[in-house]
Each structure stands twice: as structure tokens, then as C-alpha cells.
């Protein structure tokens, strides 16, 4: 629309230099000026609701007048037809071309645009799910069926299908940002609306396209900030299979001025690899770095907002969300000015045969893409076998590079094996053991098929030949799995398996594979789907997850931090084997170990002490996987949760890290911090608790300070 203006314009102010064009030029002139005509009438309709304003803004204050602008160019568009088109037949009959070809390019785009409303409006196949759930799984995914749902949110449209231009056009939609003005939609939104409601839609395009970020409630705009700096330092534990990251952040607002009703909220979602938490926060204000505090997700919350919604103060506050990520929340950052902030994330390292994978976090909020980079990635150990980057930089055991913001990189060594290690604290000693699968007698009676998009014909056809019933889910009940079903079926862009729906899950198992799309179980809620998953999380007994490869979704992967499932990962081949033996990898988790599957390794807590000759950060990843194995069908009180988050300072779906500008803010909100826990983690930082004996030791060596002090002032 912009690059169609432009030429008009400029196809204009050629008329005044038509004679130097050859007839061929000046035809195609004719056929654009034909193009000018509607668009500038399109604009006029488009500004009458101001013209008003603007013919008062005139006569009394000396402005205004750009509200006319669109009427003037029109004139002026018609008096150049006038003078130089009309009087020539090739040229009239290419100006009227013109005019046909808008007429046409519309009319096929209204076309497109009904028949991608009728495939948005669907009516739900499944009622224990909301109604938008069914339009995000089998809804076409092109352009139009994406304008479609952006009509309003996206795009300026007019309002509530009145038929009328005359009203004032909305400047900002739920995605933060100007709303788009796309003279297509607009009119196509005339002959019919789009039957998804503005807020069906942001969940529609959320589960289709991965929009989470943009659709996030806000209590400020943040569509004048850019990211301008990423600093990632990390520590690297290869003998542990963990790292401790920390990002710290420029985020540099562009609005015009300072003033603090000009403030921008900057939010910022981070993806963490699986198992992985975050364990500080800081926040730079006047200058000096401010670090967290961990509380209750509920006051982080209210203090966050009251601060920020009325008091325009200086907070930031990360919580926990699904599918691995987190956000982070920072205000304000004043124009033409920068806040920063940091975040440290401890998490394990990705096994990949003999090797160990440090993925780069990476991180959606501001653009960031004219952002610097400087990384510094600390092994604690000689690593052996390296392989970087080719812009990372070895100096012995630190690898580190300068250049523009790059989100997908990673760094890889060989596993020299999970060696001694130990790290103790308020009587608890925490080490990391070699994951092992142990297989346990397993009789599987039914197979229950999780379909989607992402399956092929074969491999429905190689699990079918293990002779097993099969069932799957369409129509509000289970099928057999028929290939007619499965092929109707696999149109689907997800699948949300009703876990709760399984009759017997000890002798059941599902067959899924991974695909990254699918609404988030909170996305849900509300839902008697959502209710009845929640209620089966008390139901005893674990399900058999076989997943045949690929990333598992936002949903799925929920249920399996929450342990719903007895889960690995594998061939055709593989599931047929154990099939064979009638055997499955088995639940070796307890109260006392977790199992972090991707990094390969269980951590195991024992109820003695010992010398720590280990980072603290192995608490805290045994206290996270511990609390997400609690909250599912071996249910944690809440008051558990926080103790233990609090113990460790981690952020979990009950707690959070905020930070707030004074103490007084902290004692209004009732926000204190626990002296007997971790603290904010740190790079080269142990952050170790210290034990009822060192406690004894500290007070003694204070008291004898404090003795000698007053000793030598009384002798002076």
C-alpha cells in the first residue's frame, strides 16, 4: 500500500514532464493515473470522520489541513484525466484499464476473503473444548485466513461491520503496534466480518502462528523499544551436564521525549531448555544493580502491578509459563533512554550421543535485531573435543565472541562422563548420576494413537502391524484406528490427547509425535477439557508416552513436566522390540531423585551432609524438576512449593522473582526475603546455605568484632 502511493505520487508530478516520455511511457502514466484515482478516493472516505475537525482546526488554530490532503490529491488527479486523458482514445482506454484492474484485484480478494471466513467459522467437532480451539487445529493456514484473524488486531477495519467509513479508525490493536491500514481488508471487511471474536482470534493466531509474545496483556505500549545490547556470560559444567547463563539486557525506548506518561513496558520471553530454571534476577536502577526477590507468583504480581499501573515506579518482575519459557517484565524505560536487566538461567546441558550441547537461550520482545552480542562461555573443566562458531574466540577454558545478535547458536564438547561430585545444604546433600533406561514388565493392552499433521501413512501403517488394538479420538469418543480416520485426522495442525479420557492407564500407551504448534493448556482454561485434565491430575498411575521423534508440543510438554507420563523416545523398531518383551522404560523417580532426561542424568538428594566440591546449582535444578514432579499426580501443597522454591530461589509456576525500588515497597507488599536459602545465583558464585554450625561461627566471629571494637574505643 505504501510502495502503491509512492508511484502514484510520483506518476503525478511526471505529468508535468509528460512531453519527455515516449507514447508508450505516457499510456502506462494514463493506466496508473487510473490506479491514483481510486486509491485517493479511498483515502478521502477513509479521512472524512476528521475532516470536520480538520476544517475547524483551520479556521481557528492554522491547522488541520492534512486531513484534506487525500480530497486535494483527488482533484488534482482529476483535473490532470481531464487535461491530458480523456482527449486521447489509447489513453482513456488505459486509465479505465486502470480503474478495472483495482475493480478486479479487489473483487478476487473478496472473494478469497469469504471463503477464508466460512473456513474460520467451524463449528466445534469436540464440546468439551472452546469453540476458537477448533478453528486454530483445521482452519487453512495462508495469507488471507491470517488477515482474516487479524482483521481488527492486526489491521484497521471498519468498525463492527457498520457499512459506514464514518467513524474514527482505532490506532492501536492487541498485538501493541499501530494497526495496519490495508485497504484490501478494509473493504473486504465490509462484506463480511470475520465470525472469530478480537479475542478468540489472539488465541486462534497464538496456537497458529507462535504469537504468544505479541498477544501478552500489557499495562504500557512497548512499540517504540528495540534491544540494543546482549551480554551472555555462562559457567559450564561438562562432568555435571549443566550451565548457569546469565543475559544481561539494553532495552533502548525511541519515543520523542522523556515524560513519564511516555513510558514503555518492555517484555521479554525466554526459551529454556527442558529442565531448565530461572534463578536471579536483577534490575539496574539509578545506576546500581538491583537484584530480586523471591516471593509468591500472587504478590509479585499485585506489586508489580499497582507499581507499575499507578505509581509509574521502577519494577521488573519474571514469572513462570509453559512449554519451558518464562517472561520478563521491565518499566519503565523513558524515551530516547535505556533500562537494563538480567537474568540468570541454570539448566542441563543437551546429551547427543558422546556429545554435550550448550544451546544459546534465546530470547522474543524488542526487536533486536540491529542488537550487539558479546558472549563469554566459561568451561569449570578442560573441555576436550570443541566445536564453536566459527566468529567464538578460545583463550584456554573461555570461548568467546563480539558481533551482531545472533539467537541460534550453540557450542558443543565430548562428554567426559558424569564424574564425583557433591554439593550440600540445611542437611541435604544433592549429585548427579549417568541416566540409565531401566526397563520394567509392561503389558500393554491398547495403543492409543495421538494424530496430527506431523505422522506419515508409513509409519501408521508399522505401528498397526504390531497387532495391537489401536484407538483413536474423533467425534467426542474413541475409534479404531482406522487409515480412512488416521488420513482425516492428520489434516489436523495439532492434537490435544485427552489424557483423562483413558480408561485404564497402566496398560495403556500413547503413540504421539512431536510438533512444536498447539495451544497451551492454560490457553484452555475455562474449558471442561481443562477441568477434567486438571481433576485426572489426582488419578494414580502414569501413562505410556512413546514419542516418535521431533519436539513435543506447548501441551504436551506441560503434562510431561507435570509427570503425567512414563515417557521416552525412539523408532518404529524400538517400540517393536520392547512390544516383543513386553517391557517399557520404567518411573525411577521418587522424593529423593529426578530424572532430566535430555541432559541424561538423574539428580539425587540424601538426607546426610558432606564436603561440597560442587555449584549450588544442583540443588537448584533437583529442587525445580522436584516441585513439577509434585504438582501433577502426586500433588505438593502450595505452602511446599513456596518453601522449597524459596529455599533454592527458583522461579516456578508458584513463584516468582521481583524487583522492586525500595525497601518500603518490599514491606508494603509484604515481600521479605528467606535468609536460609540460596540467594540470586551468580557467575563463579557457590551461593552455598550456610550450615547450623557455620551460622554459630559467623554470629561468634561478629560478636568478637563487635567486642574488640568497643574494647579499642575505650583504651582511645
Not at 540445611?426 to 499433521?453: C, G, H, M
Request: with cysteine; proline share 5%.
Amino acid at each position: 500500500w505504501a510502495v502503491t502511493l509512492t508511484v502514484c505520487c510520483i506518476n503525478n508530478i511526471a505529468y508535468g514532464f509528460k512531453e519527455v516520455f515516449p507514447p508508450l511511457v505516457r499510456t502506462i502514466m494514463a493506466f496508473v493515473l487510473g490506479i491514483s484515482t481510486c486509491c485517493f478516493l479511498y483515502l478521502t472516505f477513509c479521512l472524512l470522520p476528521i475532516c470536520f475537525y480538520g476544517g475547524i482546526g483551520m479556521l481557528f488554530f492554522g491547522i488541520g489541513g492534512h486531513a484534506f490532503i487525500p480530497l486535494l490529491f483527488l482533484i488534482y488527479t482529476y483535473t490532470l484525466v481531464s487535461q491530458y486523458v480523456f482527449f486521447r482514445k489509447k489513453h482513456r482506454y488505459a486509465y479505465f484499464s486502470g480503474i478495472g484492474f483495482v475493480v478486479v484485484v479487489i473483487a478476487v480478494y473478496i472473494t478469497l476473503w469469504i471463503n477464508a471466513v466460512n473456513d474460520a467459522y467451524l463449528m466445534p467437532d469436540n464440546k468439551d473444548l472452546p469453540a476458537w480451539e477448533n478453528v486454530a487445529r483445521k482452519t487453512p493456514k495462508n495469507a488471507i485466513t491470517e488477515r482474516v484473524l487479524k482483521a481488527g488486531l492486526v489491521y484497521q477495519v471498519v468498525g463492527d461491520g457498520d457499512m459506514s467509513f464514518l467513524e474514527m479508525p482505532r490506532r492501536r490493536g492487541l498485538f501493541d503496534a499501530e494497526l495496519l491500514q490495508d485497504p484490501l481488508v478494509t473493504i473486504a471487511s465490509l462484506t463480511r466480518p470475520s465470525y472469530v471474536t478480537e479475542t478468540d482470534a489472539a488465541k486462534v493466531l497464538s496456537a497458529m502462528y507462535d504469537s504468544r509474545q505479541e498477544t501478552q496483556d500489557r499495562l504500557w505500549s512497548g512499540d517504540k523499544l528495540s534491544t540494543i545490547q546482549v551480554r551472555t556470560n555462562a559457567d559450564i559444567w561438562p562432568s555435571l551436564h549443566m550451565a548457569y547463563t546469565e543475559k544481561t539486557i539494553n532495552v533502548f525506548s525511541a519515543a520523542p521525549n522523556a515524560a513519564s506518561w511516555n513510558s514503555q513496558e518492555a517484555i521479554y520471553t525466554f526459551h529454556l531448555p527442558e529442565g531448565g530454571v530461572v534463578t536471579s534476577l536483577s534490575l539496574w536502577i539509578n545506576g546500581k544493580e538491583e537484584k530480586g526477590v523471591l516471593t509468591t507468583k500472587e504478590k509479585a504480581t499485585e506489586a508489580y502491578a499497582t507499581v507499575v499501573g499507578r505509581e509509574r515506579r521502577d519494577p521488573s518482575v519474571v514469572h513462570w509459563q509453559e512449554g519451558n519459557t518464562v517472561t520478563v517484565r521491565v518499566f519503565p524505560v523513558l524515551g530516547q533512554s535505556s533500562r537494563q536487566f538480567k537474568i540468570g538461567i541454570t539448566a542441563p546441558l543437551l546429551q547427543q550421543g558422546k556429545q554435550l550441547v550448550y544451546q544459546n537461550i534465546w530470547f522474543q520482545g524488542p526487536d533486536a535485531r540491529d542488537a550487539r552480542e558479546d558472549v563469554n562461555i566459561n568451561f569449570q573443566e578442560e573441555p576436550v573435543g570443541v566445536e564453536m562458531p566459527g566468529l567464538f574466540n578460545r583463550k584456554r577454558n573461555t570461548f568467546s565472541s563480539v558481533g551482531p545478535y545472533d539467537a541460534d547458536w550453540q557450542l558443543s564438547c565430548i562428554d567426559p562422563g558424569v564424574r564425583s561430585n557433591l554439593f550440600t545444604a540445611n542437611n541435604k546433600s544433592f549429585f548427579v548420576a549417568p541416566y540409565q533406561k531401566e526397563l520394567a514388565a509392561t503389558v500393554v493392552r491398547t495403543i492409543y494413537l495421538d494424530v496430527n499433521q506431523s505422522w506419515t501413512l508409513a509409519e501408521f501403517n508399522a505401528i498397526k502391524n504390531l497387532h495391537y488394538p489401536m484407538k483413536v479420538y474423533a467425534e467426542n469418543e474413541w475409534q479404531p484406528a482406522t487409515e480412512e480416520l488416521f488420513k482425516r485426522l492428520q489434516k489436523d495442525r495439532y492434537s490435544l490427547f485427552p489424557v483423562y479420557k483413558v480408561p485404564e492407564r497402566a496398560t495403556s500407551l500413547v503413540i504421539t509425535k512431536g510438533n512444536v504448534v498447539s495451544p497451551n493448556l492454560s490457553d484452555l482454561g475455562g474449558s471442561k477439557f481443562y477441568e477434567e485434565l486438571q481433576a485426572s491430575f489426582q488419578t494414580p498411575g502414569k501413562l505410556l508416552l512413546f514419542n516418535l521423534g521431533g519436539e513435543l508440543s506447548p501441551y504436551l510438554r506441560t503434562l510431561k513436566e507435570y509427570r503425567l507420563f512414563r515417557y521416552t523416545t525412539g523408532d518404529i523398531a524400538e517400540l517393536k522390540q520392547w512390544m516383543i518383551l513386553k517391557q517399557f522404560p520404567a518411573d525411577i523417580e521418587n522424593d529423593h531423585r529426578v530424572v532430566i532426561e535430555p541432559a541424561g542424568i538423574t539428580i539425587n538428594m540424601e538426607e546426610h551432609t558432606g564436603v561440597s566440591n560442587a555449584p549450588d546449582h544442583l540443588m537448584r535444578l533437583f529442587a525445580y524438576n522436584h516441585i513439577m514432579q509434585k504438582m501433577g499426580p502426586k500433588k505438593m501443597s502450595d505452602s511446599e512449593i513456596i518453601a522449597t522454591a524459596k529455599e533454592s530461589y527458583i522461579v516456578t509456576p508458584s513463584s516468582s522473582l521481583i524487583v522492586l525500588e525500595t525497601q518500603k515497597d518490599y514491606d508494603r507488599f509484604n515481600i521479605h526475603d528467606d535468609l536460609n536459602s540460596l540467594k540470586n545465583a551468580s557467575i563463579n558464585g557457590k551461593g552455598a546455605v550456610p550450615e547450623p554450625h557455620e551460622w554459630a561461627l559467623i554470629i561468634i566471629g561478629l560478636v568478637c568484632m563487635l567486642w574488640f571494637r568497643k574494647k579499642r574505643a575505650v583504651a582511645i
